[in-house]
């Protein structure tokens, strides 16, 4: 089982054990609402994913992606988008475990800072 939660612990989910594609995202949304240059987010299907303590708040934050996040310490620990009903994104911050979800490519590039040391391979 793959394990994570926000900064205060009072929102902690699990994942089923499995291999997740990773992706750096550069968009802005993702920008500011971290408070980040980028975010590196695992996609898991929706099945694989549940929160196991707390409920988060949701932030409605486009026409079709809504986030969610804690209410007591405002870590940001999931997106979802009506695009893809079936597909969750986690923030590969919030894992217990962060080492296991290297970046394979990443999103947005086009808004990517142009400081950023490295582009993801
Ligand atoms: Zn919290
Ligand atoms: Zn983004």
Known sequence: M???GCFCQNIRYALDDGKYPSADCHCTMCRRIHSAPYVTWLVVPIEKFRYTAGTPKALKSSTNGTRYFCPSCGSHIACVNTEHP???DIPVG???NPEMAPPSGEIFGDTRLPW????AA
């Open 2 to 4: 793959i394990e994570g």
């Open 86 to 88: 079936d597909i969750i």
């Open 116 to 119: 950023l040391p490295h582009p």
């Open 94 to 96: 919030s894992l217990d």
